[in-house]
Every structure is written in C-alpha cells, then in structure tokens.
T-cell receptor, first 119, second 113 residues
Framework: GAVVSQHPSWVICKSGTSVKIECRSL??????MFWYRQFPKQSLMLMAT?????????EQGVEKDKFLINHASLTLSTLTVTSAHPEDSSFYIC???????????????FGQGTRLTVV | GEDVEQSLFLSVREGDSSVINCTYT??????LYWYKQEPGAGLQLLTY?????DMKQDQRLTVLLNKKDKHLSLRIADTQTGDSAIYFC?????????????FGQGTELSVKP
C-alpha cells in the first residue's frame, strides 16, 4: 500500500522553542494532507487540512499562528509547533490522501506519528 | 455535528472471533473505515466499505454495514495475540473530493492466550 513517512518519530524540546514535523508521501502525490493530534487513550482530533500550494484550513479552536502548516510540494507537508509549551506535548499524526491512480478516493494513509514532549 | 461511537474495550481469547461495533450519525457518509493502531504507532488501514455495500470480507476480516441503523461492525476470525491493538472506525464526510474523516474513540482489543 501507499507509504506515508513522518519525521521525527519522537522529539523532546525545551519550552519556548519551535519544533518542525515533516510528513512525506513516498510513492504517490498528495494534494491534501491532514494533521491530527492524539492524547493518550483518546481518538484522533483533526487539527488542520493542508492543501498543496494554498493555505491550510484549520479546525475550530486550533491556533493557526501556533501550529504553522506548509505544504510546499505534492509530497511534503510540515507542521511547526511554535513557542512550544508543556501542554503541547502530544502524539501528532499526519495522513495523506491520494486523489489519483488506483487509490483514488479510497483512503488517506497515515504516518507513524511523532511523539512531542515539551519540557 | 457528525458523531462516531464505539465501545472502549473488548477482551477475547486467542482463537475466538472478535466483533467490534461502531455507530455513526451521518447518513450521507460515502465511505466507512476500520483502522488498527498499535502502541506508539500511526494508524494502519485494515479495510473500508462503500456505503452502498452490506458486507465486505477480506481474509480474517468481515465488515458488516447496516445503513438503516447506521451500524458498522468488524469481525476478526481466529483472533491472535498479534491482533491486540486499538481499533478505530471512521466515516468520511461528504464533500468536495471527499470530506474529512470522523473517528470513533477507539476500541481496545485485548487477546488473551
């Protein structure tokens, strides 16, 4: 199946610093990528939809200046957590939807997630 | 808004069948999905079903969809210890080029030897 690679798998940063997480689609082009946040033992909460070449669409309650999303190419989206604080510690997962080829409209594929710990 | 509900826990013995249930509210959903998440990992797509289908079988997995009752189930035959994980059902909102996914809260499946 399609592969989505997320990097890094885990990161520890100091409070007040910024952290960038990358999401890459390895064998397909993804015009749309999604960023989720997951708290322990809970479901995935959609943060934003990232569209190649245009501004991301943020869900209600998600601060766009805090969580910067850039989707500069058809295979890469980045999420930057700016001025991170301990309450930003969480598991962040991206997914990418293949709108072309045999996978068209069937699904979005997920990265392996990034565990962010802010100390 | 749309809502997806799942029971939180299920415990079965190795070799038994597991049935994980899910209800959803959006009758216009086009696709419904089952994902598996192992500890510390992302989500793995297990299977999906189009909303105009009643059943889909894929090896040990059987998905049943009752559209009238908005009820989706995942049956895992001959459950193994390696099937222990959290299982999420999700519906896809209708929308241009496919809407966003709405996830249930996940069912933690525990398989005892």
């Amino acid at each position: 199946g399609a592969v989505v690679s997320q990097h890094p798998s885990w990161v520890i940063c100091k409070s007040g610093t910024s952290v960038k997480i990358e999401c890459r689609s390895l064998d397909f082009q993804a015009t749309t990528m999604f960023w989720y946040r997951q708290f322990p033992k809970q479901s995935l909460m959609l943060m934003a939809t990232s569209n190649e070449g245009s501004k991301a669409t943020y869900e209600q309650g998600v601060e766009k200046d805090k969580f910067l999303i850039n989707h500069a190419s058809l295979t890469l989206s980045t999420l930057t957590v700016t001025s991170a604080h301990p309450e930003d510690s969480s598991f962040y997962i991206c997914s990418a939807r293949d709108l072309g080829g045999i996978l068209m409209n069937t699904e979005a594929f997920f990265g392996q997630g990034t565990r962010l710990t802010v100390v | 808004g749309e809502d997806v509900e799942q029971s939180l826990f299920l415990s079965v013995r190795e070799g038994d069948s597991s049935v994980i249930n899910c209800t959803y509210t959006d009758s216009s959903s086009t696709y419904l999905y089952w994902y598996k998440q192992e500890p510390g990992a992302g989500l793995q797509l297990l299977t999906y079903i189009f909303s105009n289908m009643d059943m889909k079988q894929d090896q040990r997995l059987t998905v049943l969809l009752n559209k009238k009752d908005k009820h989706l189930s995942l049956r895992i035959a001959d459950t193994q210890t390696g099937d222990s994980a959290i299982y999420f059902c999700a519906e896809r909102e209708k929308g241009n080029q496919g809407g966003k996914l709405i996830f249930g809260q996940g069912t933690e499946l525990s398989v005892k030897p």
